[in-house]
C-alpha cells in the first residue's frame, strides 16, 4: 500500500525537504532501497550507506539533513519515526469478521460481531471475545477468558480458564498463559503433592506475547503483565510474578516465581531472574546474566561469561576452582613481603 | 466449593482449636486472608503476618499454635497440608464424558467411556484412552499411544505414535512428547544422515509436564520418566534419558542425551544436564548451574555466576581471561620470595 | 521391515564377512541386540561389549574386523552405515495421499494430489503443497506459504504467512516458522512502537527443525536457514539471522538479531549466539557457551562454567567479584618484590 510522501508528513511530522508527490511503496534498509522506498539514517555508522543508497527518501537526524540534496525527512527519532512510516505503509491485514463454520464456540461464550475466529479454533463456555479480536486458527480460548477489543491470538495460541487478555494485544502462536504454576508441598518420602493454582494471569493493553512464551498463572492471587510490556519468544513467567508497565524481555529469558520487575527495564535474551525478587524500574539486566537479588537501583547490571577459544578456555577456567586458594596464597605473599620489608626496615 | 473447618479436620488430620463450624471457602496468603479463607504458617518470618492476618483459620506448626487465641490447625508440616486443603477446596472440574463432535478420533482408536475428548482433537488409530482420562481441545494422540486412567491432557499436547502415558497425569499446553531425538551420523562433506528415532517415551504415574515441555523419543531403546516426575515449562529431555521418581525440575531446564538422573533430585531452573552422564538420587542441581559430568554423591551442586552492577562485571570479568597468568604469577612471586627469604636467613 | 544381509550389503556397501542370508530385522545397540539385529562398534571404549554382544551382525571399522569370527561388515565409518542400515530399515511410514475431511483447506491453497492433509489441519489462500508432502494434525499454514515436494509437518507445527519451506524437510510439532522479530523503536515515555516485520522465512532443502523451536521472520529482508541445517528442540532464531548449510544446533540454543552463522557449524545445547556478529564456517560453539563477537576463524568456542560442590562454589565464586583487585594486588606485589630485589642488588 503506497502512500504520497507529503501525505506521510502531513500525518507523522518532521521536516520534509524534497519531492512532497513522490509515491512510497515501502520501507527497506539503506543498501537495498530503490526509488520507491523509504530508508532511515539512526547510526552514525551507517552515513557511507547514505551516500549510496539509492533510497528515494531517507529520515535522517537534523543535522545529518544539512546540506543534503536528496529527498529527506529530518526528525530527533529516525528510528521511531521509520516505525511509524512503516506501520502505514504496512497495515494489519485482519480477516473477515465472523465465526468460521470450523471453529467450535460454545453458546454460551461472547463473540463481539466484528471479531473473527479462525477455522480450529476452540472457544469456551462464558469467554467474552471483544470488538475487531482474531482468535488465530487452532488457538484455544478457556472458559471465562476475557480479550479485549482489537486484540489478536496468531494461529495455535491457549488460554486457561478465567484468564484476562487487555486491548490491542498481540500473542503469537504457541504461547500458552494461564498453564498451572510449578507448586508442590514435599511429603516426607520425597513425593509431591501438587498446590491448585487458584490465581489468573492479567494481562495488560498493547502487550506483545512472543511464539511458544509461557505465562503461567498465580498460586493463589494472579501473575500480572502490565500495559504496554512485550515479550519475545520462548519466555517462561513463572507464577505470582508481575512484569511493569513497557517493560521488554529478549528471547529465552525466564522469571522465577513472586519476582516483582519494575517499569521500564529491559531484560536481555536468556537471562535469567531469581524467584521472590524485587527490581526497580528502569533496570536492565544485560543478555545471559543471572539476577540472583533483589535491584534497588536503576542500572544496568550484567554476569555473563564470554566464550574463546577452548584452549584458552581450559586453561584459565580450570583456575575457577582454585581462585579461594590463589586469594589466600596473595594474602600470604603480602603478609610475608610486609614482615621482609619491615625486617629490612629495622 | 466451602467445607466445615471440622469436617476438614476430620479428613485430613491435624489437631483444631477452635470453631469446627467455620465455613472455609477458599486457601488465601496471610495478608490477604478473610474470615472464611484459611492460611498457613510456614516460614517463620511470617509471624508478624500472622498476627494481623484476618484469615478465619490458620494451619501453624504445634510450638506457633501454643498460646494461639485465634481459630488454628496444629501440625507438623503446616505447607503440606495447606496443599492438601487447597486440593480438597479446589477439585479438579473435568468435562463431561464423551467425544465431541467436533474431535477427530480413529475408528481403531478405543477410547474408554468415561474418558473426554475435546473439540478439535485428533486420536490415531490403535491408541488406548483410559477411564476418566481428559483430551484437551486440539491435543494430539498419535497412532498406537497409551493413556492410563485419570490422566489430562490440557489443550494442544501432542503426544507421538506409540508412547505410554501413565495414570493420574498433566501434560500442560504445548507439550510435545516422543518427537523425533536429534541423532544424526555426519558425511564426509559435513552433511547429515538422519538416524530414526524409534525408541519411545514411556511416562509412569503422576508424572506433570509443564506447557512448552519437550521429551524426545528414544533413539533406539526407550526415554523413560518415571512416577511423580515433576517437570515445569520449556524443559528439554533429550532421547534416552531416564529420569528418577519424584524428581523435580524447573523451567527451561534441560537434560542431554543419554544421561541418567536419580530419584528426588531438584534440578533448577534453566539448569543445564550434560549428556552421557549419571547423577545418583537426592541431588539438587541449583539454579542456572551446568553439570557437566556425573554426581556419584547426593548434595548440592552450583555453578551460576551472578550479575553485578556492569562496570564492575567489566573490571571483574576481563580478568578471567588471565587466570591463569594471575596464578603463575602468584606462583613465580612465591618463588622469588621464597629465594629472598632463603637469602636473608643466609 | 526385515532385510537380508547380502542385500544391505549389496545396497550400502560394505566389505561383509559371514553369512548373506541372514535375515536383519532391526537396529540395537551392542548389549541389547539379539541375533535379528544389527549393532556397530565405532568407539573403540565398547570393544568389551561388542566380544560379549549376541547381535546376528556388526558393523566394524576394517581394523576390528581383522580376525574377528562372528557375522561383520567392515567399513570406515560403521556408525554413518549404522544410520543408513537404520533408515532402510525403518523407513517413514507416510499416510495416505488426501485432504480429511476435518482438515481446513482454503480453495484458494494448491495441494498437490500426493499430499496429505490431516485432521485439524488449516491451510490458506495460496498456500502451495508439494508433492508427497504431510501436513500434520493441527498444523496451520498461512497465506501463500509452499512447501517443497517430500516435506513433513509433525502435528501441530505453525508457518506464517509467505514463509517457505524447501524439499524433505521435517518440522516437528510445536515448531513456530516465521512469527514477528522482536522489533521496537522506542519512545520518549519508554513505550514501544512495533515495527512492522515484513521479511519472511526462508528454509531450504534437508532441513530438519525441532519441537517447539521458533524461527522469526525477518524485518525488512528474509531470515535463511540453508540447506541441511539441523534444529533441535527449543532453539530461538530471531529475525533476519542466516544459518549456513549443514550447521547442527543442539537444544535450548539461540540466536539473536542479525547474525549470520556459517556453513557445517556446530552449536551446542543451552548456547547463545549475540545479535549483529558473524561466524565463519566450522566453528563449534560448545554447550553453555556465549559467543559474544563475530568468530573469524574456525575452531571450538567455550564458555561454560562447571558446577561444582555448593560450598566450594561458594568459597570459589564470591572471589568473582575480587579478581580486579586480585590482579592489582599481584602487580603491587610485584613491584614491592623488585624493589627488595633491587635494594638487594645495590
Redesign the interface.
Known sequence: MAARLGDIVARLGGELHGDADLMVE????LD?AGPAHISFLSNPKYRPALATSTAGVVIVPPKDGEGLERTHIRVR?P??Y???V??L??PDSRPAAGV?P?A?VHPGARIHPTAHV?????VGEGADIGAEVVV???S?V?EGVRIGAGSRL???V?I?PHCVVGERC?L???A?IG??G?G?????????????Q?GRVLIGN?V?I???T?V?RGA??DTVIED?V?L???I?I?HNVRIG??T?M???S?V?GSTTIG??CMIG??A?I?GHIDIVD?VV?????????SIPEA????????????R??????S??????S??D??KA??Q??AT??G??ED
Chains 1, 2, 3 share one sequence.
Open positions: 515501502q520501507v527497506a534498509p537495498s527519532n528510528y521511531l521509520f516505525a511509524r512503516a506501520q505503509l504496512n468460521d470450523m467450535s479462525a477455522a480450529g479454533a476452540v488465530g486458527a487452532g484455544v478457556g496468531h494461529a495455535r491457549v486457561y498481540i503469537h502462536s504457541g500458552v498453564a498451572d510449578f508442590f508441598a514435599r511429603e516426607g518420602d520425597g513425593s509431591w503433592v501438587k498446590i491448585p487458584i498493547d506483545e512472543g511464539a511458544n509461557t503461567d493463589l492471587e504496554g512485550k519475545d519468544n520462548l517462561q513463572a508497565e513497557h521488554a529478549a528471547a529465552c525466564g522465577a517499569k521500564r535474551g536468556s535469567n531469581m528502569d539486566v544485560s543478555a545471559v546474566s543471572f539476577a540472583t537479588k542500572g544496568v547490571y550484567t554476569g555473563s561469561v564470554p566464550s574463546m577459544e577452548h584458552e578456555w581450559t586453561r584459565n577456567y583456575r575457577l576452582r582454585h581462585l579461594d590463589m586469594a596464597r596473595i605473599l603480602e610475608q613481603l621482609l620489608q625486617n629490612k
